[in-house]
Nanobody
Framework: VQLQASGGGLVQAGGSLRLSCAAS????????MGWFRQAPGKGREFVAA????????NYADFVKGRFTISRDNAKNTVYLQMNSLKPEDTAVYYC?????????????????WGQGTQVTVSS
């Protein structure tokens, strides 16, 4: 499956952005979808994941209550709605697809990755 992330940009602290990740090539609904991020000088960290139906989600503690992951299988797209953004949310955000049967938080369990989209939050 090929993934294309979009929606990043520059926003002030407290603002919102919605990231999108469009999938193509294989049956989108077969995959657990995840969002990860990587800040300069840091490793890639888990942000959120959603199961095939969209009825089960998992979030990193630092985004709970601020970010919402969702998916539209008819449009082969997964979204990350980010509200109340903080400067520490600044990073390149990646979408990824996994054939795992659970909402895995481990990057190595995701076999397909998008190219990343930059999110910059100014203070």
């Amino acid at each position: 499956v090929q993934l294309q992330a979009s929606g990043g940009g520059l926003v002030q602290a407290g603002g919102s952005l919605r990231l999108s990740c469009a999938a193509s090539g294989r049956t989108f609904s077969n995959y657990v979808m995840g969002w990860f991020r990587q800040a300069p000088g840091k490793g890639r960290e888990f942000v959120a994941a959603i199961n095939w139906s969209g009825h089960s989600t998992n979030y990193a503690d630092f985004v709970k209550g601020r970010f919402t992951i969702s998916r539209d299988n008819a449009k082969n797209t997964v979204y990350l709605q980010m509200n109340s953004l903080k400067p520490e949310d600044t990073a390149v955000y990646y979408c990824a697809a996994s054939t795992a049967v659970v909402l895995t938080t481990i990057p190595n369990n995701y076999g397909y990755w998008g190219q990343g989209t930059q999110v910059t939050v100014s203070s």
